[in-house]
C-alpha cells in the first residue's frame, strides 16, 4: 500500500486563549478525494494552512512522504511583488521554487481567458480567483489543497475547475460551500467538530445522514454516562461514610466521570436570522436610464435601464469580469455612472453587502464593529438589545466578541457583517 503524502499526529493548534483542535491525527492517501467541512469558525482554513506547511503546530508532528509536491489555493491570496498576471503567475516560491514555465503559464492564462499583462490588483474577485487557480493548477502536484476554490467564479468557470480536478492525478482536499461541487468530487470527509476530526468514509452526498448518525451516538454516549454519574453520585452521598476507606478508589472513579463530563463541549446551535422591513416606502424602489461605466477607455457596462419595484427578487449573473459588482456600485449609489441617471425611491432604506467585507473594519470587535460610538447595547429592528446577546444569536461566544476581526474566520467576518445588516430595517 502505498504511504501516505501527509500525515498530522497528535497536532495541537490554539489562537489565543482558543484551542482549535487538539489530539488531532489525520492522513492523506495518494488519490484521495475528501471535503473538510465544518462550521464558521471550526478551523478549516487554519488547518488548510497547517496540512500546506504554513503555519506551525503549538505541538505535534507534521510529516509528508519525500519528494512529495504540495499545492495550496488560499481563500484570500495575496496579489503582490508583480505587476502583472503573466509574472506573477510564473514567480517562484515554495511550492514552485524554479517557478512555473513561461509557455505552460501563457496556455493557462489563454485557457482560463485572462489578459497576461494586466496588473493582479486591478482584476474583478472573479478573475482573481481565476488567476490563484491557474497558480496552483501549473504546480505538478501530488496533492491539491484547495481552500474555497469556487469562490467569485462564474457557472461556466466553475465547470471548468470541476472537470479539471476529476481528471487530475492529485489527491484532493476541498474547503467548499458550494455544494454541487462537493458532490461531484468529494468520495470522503473529514469532520472538523470542536476541535476533532471525525472521519466519515461517505461521499459529500451522503454526508448529512452520516453526520446525523454520528451525533445520534455521541447522544446516547453522553446520555449513559450521565445515568452513571448520578447513580454514582447518589451513592457517594448514601454510603461513603460507612465505608470511605474501602471506597476511596470508586470516589476517584466518581470524579474522573465528571471530568469527562465537564470536557465534552457541547455542539452549538443554529444562528438566529431575521430581517425586519423598513417602513412603507415608494412602489418604485430605484430606476436607472441608460447608465455606462468605463475604465481605461474599456466599457464595462454598455447602457443599461431598468425600473425595480418594491418586492422585487433579481438576480445578476455574467461572467467574471463583466461588470457585476460595478453595475450593483451603481444602482445602489456607491459609483457614479460616466453616462445616465439612477434615481432612489422615496423613504429607502438600503443595507448592502459587498464581496470583499470591504466595509469591515479588521481592526475592530465585533462589539466595536455593531456599537462604534461605544456602549453596550444596540437597536435590532427596533427595539434595545445588549451587544453580547444580540451577537450569540449569531453563534458568537463572549472571547470572540472581544477579538479584532482580523482573527476571525471568513465565514465569522460574514457573520459579522450580516449582523450588523439585521439589526436595521432594509
Not at 491570496?77 to 521554487?97: I, N, Q, Y
Not at 441617471?341 to 475592530?364: C, N
Request: glycine letters at 8%.
Amino acid at each position: 500500500m502505498p504511504a501516505p503524502l501527509l500525515t498530522l499526529k497528535d497536532a495541537r493548534l490554539a489562537i489565543g486563549q482558543r484551542v482549535l483542535f487538539a489530539d488531532l491525527a489525520l492522513s492523506l492517501e495518494p488519490g484521495a478525494r475528501i471535503a473538510l467541512v465544518g462550521r464558521n469558525g471550526a478551523g478549516k482554513s487554519t488547518l488548510m494552512k497547517v496540512l500546506a506547511g504554513q503555519l506551525e503546530l503549538d505541538s505535534g508532528e507534521r510529516a509528508t512522504a519525500p519528494r512529495a509536491r504540495l499545492a495550496y489555493l488560499p481563500q484570500a491570496p495575496v496579489f503582490e511583488g508583480t505587476t502583472t498576471a503573466h509574472d506573477w503567475l510564473c514567480r517562484a516560491d515554495a511550492e514552485a521554487p524554479e517557478g512555473i514555465a513561461a509557455h505552460a503559464a501563457d496556455a493557462l492564462l489563454a485557457e482560463l481567458d485572462l489578459d497576461p499583462a494586466a496588473d493582479p490588483r486591478t482584476l474583478s474577485g472573479g478573475q482573481q480567483r481565476r488567476l490563484a487557480l491557474a497558480r496552483t493548477l501549473a504546480v505538478d502536484a501530488d496533492a491539491l489543497l484547495l481552500d474555497e476554490p469556487t469562490n467569485h467564479l462564474d457557472i461556466a468557470t466553475i465547470l471548468w475547475l470541476e472537470q479539471r480536478l476529476q481528471a487530475s492525478r492529485a489527491a484532493l482536499v476541498v474547503v467548499s460551500h458550494d455544494r454541487a461541487f462537493l458532490d461531484a468530487l468529494a468520495k470522503t470527509c473529514w469532520w472538523l467538530d470542536r476541535g476533532r476530526i471525525v472521519a466519515l468514509d461517505v461521499p459529500f452526498a451522503e454526508l448529512e445522514p452520516a453526520m446525523e448518525a454520528a451525533m445520534e451516538q455521541e447522544a446516547q454516549v453522553r446520555a449513559k454516562l450521565d445515568k452513571r454519574i448520578k447513580e454514582e453520585t447518589a451513592w457517594s452521598r448514601e454510603g461513603i461514610t460507612a465505608r470511605r476507606k474501602r471506597n476511596q478508589g470508586r470516589l476517584r472513579r466518581l470524579y474522573d466521570l465528571r471530568a469527562e463530563r465537564a470536557s465534552q463541549i457541547k455542539a452549538l446551535g443554529s444562528a438566529k436570522l431575521d430581517a425586519a422591513a423598513a417602513p412603507a416606502s415608494g412602489k418604485v424602489v430605484i430606476e436607472a436610464e441608460a447608465i455606462t461605466k468605463r475604465y481605461d477607455g474599456r466599457l464595462i457596462v454598455p447602457p443599461f435601464s431598468t425600473r425595480i419595484l418594491k418586492g422585487d427578487r433579481i438576480g445578476l449573473v455574467g461572467p467574471n469580469g463583466a461588470g457585476k459588482s460595478t453595475l450593483l456600485a451603481m444602482l445602489t449609489g456607491k459609483l457614479e455612472p460616466d453616462a445616465g441617471w439612477v434615481k432612489h425611491g422615496t423613504r429607502l432604506e438600503m443595507q448592502t453587502f459587498t464581496q470583499d467585507r470591504a466595509e469591515l473594519d479588521l481592526a475592530k470587535s465585533p462589539w466595536e464593529v455593531l456599537c462604534p460610538e461605544g456602549g453596550d447595547s444596540l437597536d435590532v429592528q427596533g427595539q434595545r438589545r445588549h451587544v453580547v446577546g444580540y451577537l450569540k444569536d449569531f453563534l458568537f461566544d463572549e472571547a470572540q466578541i472581544r477579538t479584532p476581526c482580523r482573527a476571525l474566520s471568513g465565514g465569522e467576518r460574514n457573520r459579522v457583517l450580516l449582523a450588523r445588516i439585521l439589526a436595521q430595517p432594509a
